[in-house]
Each structure stands twice: as structure tokens, then as C-alpha cells.
């Protein structure tokens, strides 16, 4: 019972004649499991329910329903099983053990004839995973175009509004809670990248690992790519995709320039947004609070009156078509195909521009626009009186090319001595 454990709690407590109507029952919260007995929890509970020993919640003959809200992937698996061997079912918020380990929990479950809801593992109070499962059941999704991490998107949203540094903007997310005190999943884009392969898995019945995903954080981002973006008609966005291409999956997550007058370049702060394509019913937009206590608790509670009401049952048992052979295989990375924003540090000198043009071209990437700014008028000299080398940001945006080409252009672009290392890439949304 932490952070989203209380909000649960609390929408059960004070509101159980509205949850009682919707499930067909009542929903009585009989133990609540924590560490410390002693720490405040902003909620008073009748006496008994609050217990630090989890055997209190399995061996219980009279609870039928868990809430899992245990984080990472151990010793949360063996809880989950526990709970689903004691007869149990259960409703979790742990993306991260349905990505290592769903496989092995789904299976346990049906064997058990138990069913596992997730609504709240995937962009918190959004309704995507019903969505996905449910009501975009008559369409093959085609594309899946996301924010679905909100630290990253408030640290580029107050970048971007507030000229902060990448350093500044992650030390006010950390103060206003919107980002831990180790922000690693958050900002190299592995949080994003474990939401991503459920939704993967619900649209095209693949089972992605985490590193299948290719994945590209924001902390290498500097305010001037930003600034770059913005003059030629962009906003920068954590963006998670999933694209059918030729009847395979396209699939990463990575900062990406999107257009600005799209309706994922609308999405600020700590916001979630997904875009989703069916080949029937076209383009759908879904946004919301994407996290905190009480936009997951409604998640969540939503999956407990399904289970009660007997919903996530029907889809549970729809989930066994993914035992099967998948429909579709991964694309291999080197064949993903995008435009390109390149950004170089490079000496201020003749020829530079020409150099890695030529690379560019010997490996079949076309060039679309150029950034260069012009230098400061003077230079300061060196010692010996001669003016200093100056370096200089070099942008360029390219044609559509492959991941492929642009590596091999990368490895050769490694050995110009012109340019100060590291540059920066991204990808351009379509």
C-alpha cells in the first residue's frame, strides 16, 4: 500500500455504493500489506486490515481478488504466483514483471482458471489497454505512435518553455515527484519501452523483450536541439513506436521530432498521449494524466469492478490466440526507415560540409536542409598569435533512409577529425 496502493484504497472506502452498482457486488477491502505498520498513510482503515505479512492475503480463504501493486520483477513474481496458486485472481500495475515474466503468469493463470488485469501498467489513467483489447477488437491496428513516459515529457516540456538545461529541468521534476531520485528508466527510455512491448503485444500478438526495443534517451539532449527543432517546425517528444511494415513490426522508442501542429506535439507536463491507426476505423487519439496516486487507482479499481463483474474473464480467455505462432515477426533494426536530424559540432574550417556531405551520400543518405549559423566575427587567438579553431552546431535533416545506411555513415563520420564528438541523431515522426 504506497503511493497508488492508497489512492485504491481510498476510492474503495469512500465510495462503495457506486462500486457495489457497477460490479453487481460489493467490494469490501479485507487486508492491505506493508512494510511498516508504523509510517502514516493519509487514511484511517478499519483495525486489522492493515498487516506487513503478505501469507495474510494468500491464505485467506474469503479473499478472492488481489491488487498487486508490488514494483519490479522480484520478489513480485513469486507474490503473483502465490496469489494465483491460493485461487485468487489478480489486477497488477507492474509493467515491468509482465514484460519479464508475463508469459509464464498468463499461462499459470488459465491453467488455474485465474485471470490477471493490467489497465493500470500501461499510461495510468488512460483507458488504452480496454481500448487495444476491447474496443479496437474488429480492426488490425497498424500504428502505434505514444508519449507514454510523463517524467521525460515534463523535463522536455520545461526545457523547451523555460530554456532550462537538461540538468535543471530533471532536478525540478525530481522536487515536484514527477521524477525518482534515480531517474535511469525513466529518461533512457526503458520505462516507455516496457509500456510499449504490452501494447505490442495486445495489437499484433508479438512478444517483444526489452532489448528488441531500440531505445534512445533524452539525458544527451541539449537545449540548442531543441531551439533547432523549433526553427525548423518541430517539437522534440519521447515518442514509443509501433508500426506494421510489410507484415512486420517497427519498433522503438526514442526522442523524435514531431510536427508541431500535431496532436502529440500538444501534449505538455506530465502527460500521456497514444495515437493509434486501425485499418478500419482510421486514426484515434487518446490523452490523459499518464501517472500519480489517483489517475492509476481509477485504473485500477476499473480492472477490480471488470473482475467482479466478470468482463476481464471474457477478455482473458481471448488472450490464449497469443500462445500461437505470432502473425507477424520484428523488424530488424538496420531497416527501419525515417528521416534524420543530425546534429554536429564541427570545426569552423573549408570543407567540413563538403566531407560529410560525401560520406552521406557514398551511403545513400540524401540531405534535405542545413543548419549553419554563422560564427562569432572574431575568434580568439591562440599563443602563437594565429586565431584558435572555432567549432560551430551543423544540422541537417535528411530524406528518408535506414537505420542501416545511417550507421555504416555514422562509423565513417567517427573518423573526420573536423568534428567534436559525440553528435547528436533523431528521428523524424511521420
Given at each position: 500500500m504506497g503511493t497508488v496502493g492508497t489512492g485504491v484504497a481510498r476510492v474503495l472506502t469512500e465510495h462503495p455504493d457506486r462500486l457495489a452498482r457497477r460490479a453487481g457486488r460489493p467490494l469490501e477491502l479485507r487486508r492491505a500489506v506493508v512494510r511498516d505498520l508504523t509510517k502514516p498513510r493519509g487514511i484511517d482503515l478499519p483495525a486489522g486490515v492493515v498487516t506487513n505479512d503478505v501469507a495474510a492475503v494468500v491464505n485467506d480463504p474469503d479473499i478472492d481478488l488481489a491488487v498487486h501493486l508490488v514494483g519490479g520483477v522480484h520478489p513480485a513474481r513469486e507474490i503473483m504466483l502465490d496469489l494465483l496458486n491460493a485461487g485468487k485472481d489478480v489486477v497488477t500495475a507492474n509493467k515491468a514483471l509482465l514484460c519479464a515474466c508475463g508469459e509464464e503468469?498468463?499461462?499459470?493463470?488459465?491453467?488455474?482458471?485465474?485471470?490477471?488485469?493490467?489497465?493500470?501498467?500501461?499510461?495510468?489513467?488512460?483507458?488504452?489497454?480496454?481500448?487495444?483489447?476491447?474496443?479496437?477488437?474488429?480492426?488490425?491496428?497498424?500504428?502505434?505512435?505514444?508519449?507514454?513516459?510523463?517524467?521525460?515529457?515534463?523535463?522536455?516540456?520545461?526545457?523547451?518553455?523555460?530554456?532550462?538545461?537538461?540538468?535543471?529541468?530533471?532536478?525540478?521534476?525530481?522536487?515536484?515527484?514527477?521524477?525518482?531520485?534515480?531517474?535511469?528508466?525513466?529518461?533512457?527510455?526503458?520505462?516507455?519501452?516496457?509500456?510499449?512491448i504490452l501494447l505490442t503485444w495486445l495489437a499484433f500478438g508479438v512478444r517483444a523483450r526489452l532489448e528488441d526495443v531500440h531505445r534512445q534517451g533524452i539525458d544527451r539532449l541539449d537545449l540548442s536541439d531543441l531551439r533547432f527543432a523549433e526553427e525548423l517546425g518541430y517539437t522534440v517528444k519521447l515518442l514509443a513506436v509501433a508500426r506494421l511494415v510489410n507484415q512486420q513490426i517497427e519498433l522503438h522508442v526514442q526522442p523524435t521530432l514531431v510536427r508541431r501542429e500535431t496532436p502529440l506535439a500538444q501534449i505538455h507536463g506530465p502527460f500521456n498521449a497514444v495515437g493509434l491507426v486501425g485499418d478500419i476505423v482510421g486514426e484515434t487519439w487518446y490523452s490523459g494524466p499518464g501517472a500519480g496516486q489517483m489517475p492509476t487507482a481509477s485504473a485500477v479499481v476499473a480492472d477490480l469492478i471488470d473482475t467482479v463483474a466478470g468482463r476481464t474473464r471474457i477478455n482473458f480467455e481471448r488472450l490464449e490466440v497469443w500462445r500461437s505462432p505470432p502473425p507477424f515477426s520484428l523488424q530488424p533494426r538496420e531497416k527501419?526507415?525515417?528521416?534524420?536530424?543530425?546534429?554536429?559540432?564541427?570545426?569552423?574550417?573549408?570543407?567540413?560540409?563538403?566531407?560529410?556531405?560525401?560520406?552521406?551520400?557514398?551511403?545513400?543518405?540524401?540531405?534535405?536542409?542545413?543548419?549553419?549559423?554563422?560564427?562569432?566575427?572574431?575568434?580568439?587567438?591562440?599563443?602563437?598569435?594565429?586565431?584558435?579553431?572555432?567549432?560551430?552546431?551543423?544540422?541537417?535533416?535528411?530524406?528518408?533512409?535506414?537505420?542501416?545506411?545511417?550507421?555504416?555513415?555514422?562509423?565513417?563520420?567517427?573518423?573526420?577529425?573536423?568534428?567534436?564528438?559525440?553528435?547528436?541523431?533523431?528521428?523524424?515522426?511521420?
Open positions: 503468469l498468463f499461462t499459470r493463470a488459465r491453467e488455474l482458471g485465474r485471470t490477471i488485469a493490467f489497465e493500470a501498467a500501461v499510461a495510468g489513467g488512460i483507458p488504452i489497454i480496454a481500448t487495444v483489447a476491447q474496443s479496437l477488437a474488429a480492426n488490425q491496428v497498424t500504428s502505434i505512435s505514444a508519449i507514454l513516459n510523463g517524467t521525460s515529457n515534463y523535463i522536455l516540456t520545461q526545457m523547451a518553455r523555460e530554456n532550462w538545461d537538461y540538468a535543471q529541468a530533471l532536478h525540478q521534476a525530481q522536487q515536484l515527484g514527477f521524477a525518482e531520485a534515480d531517474p535511469t528508466l525513466d529518461v533512457d527510455g526503458s520505462d516507455a519501452a516496457q509500456k510499449l527501419i526507415e525515417t528521416r534524420f536530424y543530425l546534429r554536429f559540432q564541427v570545426l569552423d574550417r573549408p570543407r567540413v560540409l563538403a566531407d560529410i556531405a560525401d560520406i552521406l551520400g557514398r551511403n545513400q543518405i540524401s540531405i534535405a536542409s542545413v543548419i549553419q549559423h554563422e560564427p562569432p566575427e572574431s575568434s580568439p587567438e591562440s599563443p602563437s598569435g594565429t586565431s584558435a579553431a572555432t567549432t560551430v552546431p551543423l544540422v541537417i535533416m535528411t530524406h528518408r533512409s535506414t537505420e542501416g545506411q545511417l550507421r555504416a555513415a555514422e562509423a565513417e563520420l567517427a573518423r573526420l577529425t573536423a568534428i567534436t564528438p559525440p553528435h547528436i541523431r533523431m528521428p523524424v515522426a511521420r
